[in-house]
């Protein structure tokens, strides 16, 4: 039997720089295929139809209150998205959810799990647009390990805030934004990060960029930037640093490889 239900209504809204890769990210569809119940202070999102978009984004917004910080979710849906698919789940959160304090870290732990399922049956090349995102995203990546060979990549749009890239193994971290925060790449191994913002918040002692990993590179076409790598990327841990000139190539500044005392 048919229920009357009022459609949710928002501003059009197109994420345009992910589908310049070619991608459809699908967002239209999926707001489309939403209605709420009554307009309360929560909104009921109930999903119109069985697919895997909507399953997963009613599933997050039922689920974001039991996350564990460690874990991430538990009991998360076997399903796999691609990554197109999983930047349209992203943007359509953001736009929905109503927890704008809790959503910074619940949201990119989430995500990263996606990117843990898409990858292990193939998928790469991710394009995550964290842009409208109120609060700058936490966590980003954290524990996101890939093979040797085949590492994972992933391309940030928006500002990002602590521990991008925690315990990470073989992932290129492409930031097309700020970092504010010290806490960037923390006990990494053979990871890249290029970033074409600032880092921010950095203070007399932050050694933390890169702290406690192994052999990643730093890379950034912002000479503010490039300084910051230079006197706050830790000596010990064998990181490089890298400047991209305007023509993309890449030259190594630094390399990081004097013993700490």
Same mark, same amino acid.
């Given at each position: 039997?048919?229920?009357?239900?009022?459609?949710?209504?928002?501003?059009?809204?197109?994420?345009?720089?992910?589908?310049?890769? =070619?991608?459809?990210?699908?967002? !239209?569809?999926?707001?489309? =295929?939403? @209605?709420?119940?009554?307009?309360?202070?929560?909104?009921?999102?109930?999903?119109?139809?069985?697919?895997?978009?909507?399953?997963?984004?009613?599933?997050?917004?039922?689920?974001?209150?039991?996350?564990?910080?460690?874990?991430?979710?538990?009991?998360? $849906?076997?399903?796999?998205? +691609? $990554?197109?698919? %999983?930047?349209?789940?992203?943007?359509?959160?953001?736009?929905?959810?109503?927890?704008?304090?809790?959503?910074?870290?619940?949201?990119?732990?989430?995500?990263?799990?996606?990117?843990?399922?898409?990858?292990?049956?193939?998928?790469?090349?991710?394009?995550?647009?964290?842009?409208?995102?109120?609060?700058?995203?936490?966590?980003?990546?954290?524990?996101?390990?890939?093979?040797?060979?085949?590492?994972?990549?992933?391309? &940030?749009?928006?500002? /990002?805030?602590? !521990?991008?890239?925690?315990?990470?193994?073989?992932?290129?971290? !492409?930031?097309?934004?700020?970092?504010?925060?010290?806490? /960037? =790449?923390?006990?990494?191994?053979?990871?890249?990060?290029? &970033? +074409?913002?600032?880092?921010?918040?950095?203070? /007399?002692?932050?050694?933390?960029?890169?702290?406690?990993?192994?052999?990643?590179?730093?890379? +950034?076409?912002?000479?503010? @930037?490039?300084?910051?790598?230079?006197?706050?990327?830790?000596? =010990?841990?064998?990181?490089? &640093?890298?400047?991209?000139? $305007?023509?993309?190539?890449?030259? /190594? %500044?630094?390399?990081?490889?004097?013993?700490?005392?």
């Amino acid at each position: 039997m048919a229920v009357a239900q009022t459609q949710i209504l928002i501003p059009q809204v197109h994420i345009k720089r992910p589908s310049d890769d =070619g991608l459809d990210d699908g967002l !239209d569809a999926l707001i489309r =295929g939403y @209605t709420t119940q009554k307009p309360d202070e929560r909104r009921k999102v109930k999903v119109v139809g069985e697919n895997k978009l909507g399953r997963m984004f009613r599933f997050y917004l039922e689920e974001q209150h039991h996350v564990n910080f460690l874990d991430g979710f538990e009991r998360i $849906p076997r399903l796999v998205l +691609t $990554p197109s698919e %999983i930047n349209s789940l992203l943007n359509a959160i953001i736009l929905f959810d109503d927890e704008k304090e809790a959503i910074e870290y619940k949201l990119s732990v989430f995500v990263t799990q996606l990117i843990k399922k898409s990858y292990t049956v193939g998928y790469n090349n991710f394009v995550l647009d964290f842009s409208q995102l109120e609060k700058q995203t936490r966590y980003l990546g954290k524990n996101l390990v890939a093979k040797p060979k085949n590492p994972i990549y992933i391309k &940030i749009y928006g500002d /990002l805030s602590d !521990d991008c890239g925690l315990n990470a193994k073989y992932v290129h971290f !492409d930031i097309d934004g700020n970092v504010n925060s010290p806490c /960037l =790449g923390v006990n990494a191994e053979h990871c890249s990060f290029t &970033i +074409t913002g600032n880092v921010k918040g950095i203070y /007399l002692g932050a050694h933390i960029l890169g702290w406690s990993g192994k052999a990643c590179s730093f890379k +950034t076409p912002n000479k503010k @930037t490039l300084e910051t790598f230079k006197m706050y990327i830790p000596n =010990g841990y064998n990181h490089m &640093i890298y400047f991209i000139h $305007p023509n993309g190539t890449e030259e /190594l %500044i630094k390399r990081k490889i004097t013993k700490i005392n």
